[in-house]
């Protein structure tokens, strides 16, 4: 939590465990030989993230850190399925980013309405109707549930605003948003910094309106981290236009060509891509102004570079209107905000062999246990070439066929692991 900034968290996240399969036989009078009907644990519940249009900031996770669904409920005889644990929905504002903790590798950039399954709960295990066979008509075992994904992620928010206001702290950022939004940031003449972005929807007409943020003042080296640099100025990513706001009333001996360049250049040193995009400059305070020649030095300035050169009095509402009807002109020509890809691909688990684990032999089927073995399979895609080979490879390398070839296994026998089961070759 830098710096008291609540847009990043960082949370922990556990999918519900499958509930374990039930070893039961039919009971009824007058059948002689009832088979077996121990029913299937429940499937443990999901972590699935969903976006909240009414959550402006991550402030939640700031005091809830853990996340955990419940897990399946077990088998029951009478072929009765143990219910599915529930899944938990954890609302997220729009635009959050989830990132790997350990890599900061991006999972999902929750900017869509679609919700994310973020961890899968696990399978539930099976219960003993599914072992029996012709030559295996009393199998007295059932398998486990296979535990739930957990992952350990940070949250990161990038205000989905349409335009940024940047300038210096105390060049009428808070107040230009008061005027022209619903809006009521705190206004004070400060000169530290708004610490939290304040946003604020403007209506232009029917059916047309945008989002401002007033971006926490950036202060010279804040794309080196100084101060609360690098915190604020990643609030500026996703906006589409910037409206760079300078103090031109030389009330308190600034000058406004330093300050437009000096703003400008921590943009680019930040992110060459956010210096590049479209901005508005707006000379305000023009109600304040005693130097009129230092203005017209300021609009060339601005004009040779290529901006767009807008005057305003926010104080005095001078100007506003013309602004916001400017904004809106250019925000219907821009392109829609980027969306960051995933880049996380999950790893194989590293898993630790050197366990033992438990053999039992039931007839001609041998039963494996092991929590390893447990982790191991809640973590591969069966339907996946490469997983499976991957799978093989862990077996082999743990000596478990060694074991079985040692304690006398044929081939044609069958080897049950929790939900798998398979013929043993050599």
């Known amino acids: 939590m830098a710096n008291g900034f609540i847009d990043k968290a960082r949370i922990t996240v556990r999918a519900g465990n499958g509930g374990n399969g039930a070893v039961a036989f039919h009971r009824e009078k007058y059948v002689a030989a009832g088979g077996p009907d121990g029913g299937d644990g429940g499937n443990g519940g999901s972590i699935i993230l969903q976006v909240d249009d009414n959550m402006s900031t991550l402030m939640d996770f700031r005091y809830k850190r853990k996340y955990v669904a419940t897990n399946g409920m077990d088998g029951q005889g009478g072929r009765r399925t143990g219910k599915d644990g529930q899944s938990l929905i954890i609302k997220v504002p729009r635009g959050t980013l989830v990132r ?3 890599t900061g590798e991006i999972i999902k950039d929750m900017s869509g309405s679609e919700p994310y399954v973020l961890c899968k709960g696990g399978k539930g295990g099976w219960g003993n109707q599914h072992f029996a066979t012709p030559t295996r008509q009393v199998p007295r075992f059932a398998k486990a549930g296979l535990p739930g994904e957990s ?3 940070f949250l990161e928010l990038k205000l989905l605003a349409d335009v940024g206001l940047v300038g210096f702290p105390n060049v009428g950022k808070s107040t230009l948003l008061s005027v022209v939004s619903k809006a009521h940031p705190k206004i004070a003449n400060y000169h530290f910094t708004t610490l939290y972005p304040n946003l604020g929807v403007v209506y232009v007409d029917e059916g047309v309106s945008f989002v401002m943020a007033d971006i926490p003042g950036i202060i010279e080296g804040a794309s080196e981290g100084a101060g609360l640099g690098h915190d604020f ?9 910037l409206v760079h706001l300078v103090d031109v009333s030389g009330s308190e001996g600034r000058d406004p060509i ?5 703003i400008n250049a921590e943009l680019q040193q ?3 891509d956010l210096a590049s995009r479209p901005q508005i400059v707006v000379a305000n305070k023009t109600d304040l102004l005693m130097d009129r020649e230092k203005l017209d030095a300021f609009r060339a300035h601005v004009e040779e570079l290529g901006y767009t050169f807008m005057e305003m009095s926010a104080a005095t509402h001078q100007g506003t209107r013309e602004l916001v009807q400017r904004i809106a002109a250019e925000l219907s020509e821009l392109p829609p905000v980027i969306v960051y890809e995933p ?5 194989p688990p590293q898993i630790d062999t050197s366990e033992p684990l438990e053999i039992t032999r039931e007839g001609d089927t041998w039963l494996v246990d092991g929590p390893w073995l447990q982790r191991l399979m809640a973590n591969v895609n069966f339907s996946d070439y490469e997983s499976r080979m991957y799978f093989d490879k862990m077996l082999r390398q743990s000596g478990l066929f060694d074991r079985l070839e040692e304690m006398g296994i044929q081939d044609g026998h069958i080897v049950s692991l929790y939900n798998l089961e398979f013929e043993y070759q050599r």
């Open 258 to 262: 330093e300050d437009f360049d000096t």
């Open 151 to 153: 992952l350990d992620v």
């Open 233 to 241: 100025l990643r609030h500026i990513d996703r906006c589409r236009l």
């Open 343 to 347: 880049e996380y691909v999950p790893r």
């Open 270 to 272: 930040y992110s060459a």
């Open 100 to 102: 790997h903790a350990e």
